[in-house]
């Protein structure tokens, strides 16, 4: 079956310092991969996605690429900021294979804290 | 337009009652997913209900049960609670998931239920 494994938290950074969340996957087929953050007491927000190979996604300083043959989307941020500190899931997405039932299987999820 | 809104909040229930949380997708959404989200199992995929149908179902017990309106809105029903009911119900909406690699769900804020 599908699956999503990332890096374990917590993480703690300094102000302005560089981030990575690793993130692989296992899945047959083409999946879809997303990153989700969710801050204290909210529900998940979808941060960037990438729908093939290839692509990268980034949105508000993020990025990640979507890795084939790496089988990896790994988070990258190049100055975090104390308004980051939150929990970022990796996600995947997919039908099974009659073009159904999509869903997204997520992984554990990493706390990331940002001190000034 | 209008986010995910999901109802109520916060609710405290008492172990072998039973519950019904509502979910109401972002206008023209068809589909309508619900995820738990414990401390322990991470994030973990219940169902998903499209055009009133269930399409997809997680392995939970048969006490967790949904279903969708002609509007698009859903509930979602726990019966017979249990302590390790406890947790933060999780409703996404979306526009008819495509063949080719699905899009971002969007997220509503949750309902925390607890189970005493």
């Known amino acids: 079956g599908n699956s999503v494994t990332q890096m374990e938290g917590p993480v703690t950074l300094s102000e302005e310092a560089f981030l990575t969340i690793n993130c692989t996957y296992t899945a047959t087929g083409y999946p879809s991969l997303f990153w989700y953050v969710q801050y204290p007491g909210e529900g998940l927000q979808l941060l960037l996605k990438a729908t093939k190979a290839d692509d990268k996604g980034s949105n508000k300083g993020f990025e990640a690429t979507y890795r084939k043959e790496t089988t990896s989307f790994h988070l990258e941020k190049g100055s975090v900021q104390v308004s980051d500190s939150a929990v970022y899931f990796c996600?995947?997405?997919?039908?099974?294979?009659?073009?159904?039932?999509?869903?997204?299987?997520f992984g554990k999820g990493t706390l990331l804290t940002v001190n000034p | 337009k209008a986010g995910v809104t999901q109802t109520p909040r916060y609710l405290i229930k008492t172990r072998g009652q039973q519950v019904t949380l509502s979910c109401s997708p972002i206008?023209?959404?068809?589909?309508v997913s619900w995820y738990q989200q414990t401390p322990g199992q991470g994030l973990q995929f219940l169902f998903e209900y499209f055009s009133e149908t269930q399409r997809n179902k997680g392995n939970f017990p048969g006490r967790f049960s949904g279903r969708q309106f002609s509007n698009s809105r859903s509930e979602m029903n726990v019966s017979t609670l249990e302590l390790g009911d406890s947790a933060l119900y999780l409703c996404?909406?979306?526009?008819?998931?495509?063949?080719?690699?699905?899009?971002?769900?969007?997220f509503g804020s949750g309902t925390r239920l607890t189970v005493v």
């Open positions: 996404a909406s979306s526009s008819t998931p495509s063949r080719t690699g699905g899009y971002g769900y969007t």
């Open positions: 996600a995947l997405g997919k039908e099974n294979s009659g073009g159904s039932n999509y869903k997204l299987t």
């Open positions: 206008s023209g959404h068809r589909s």
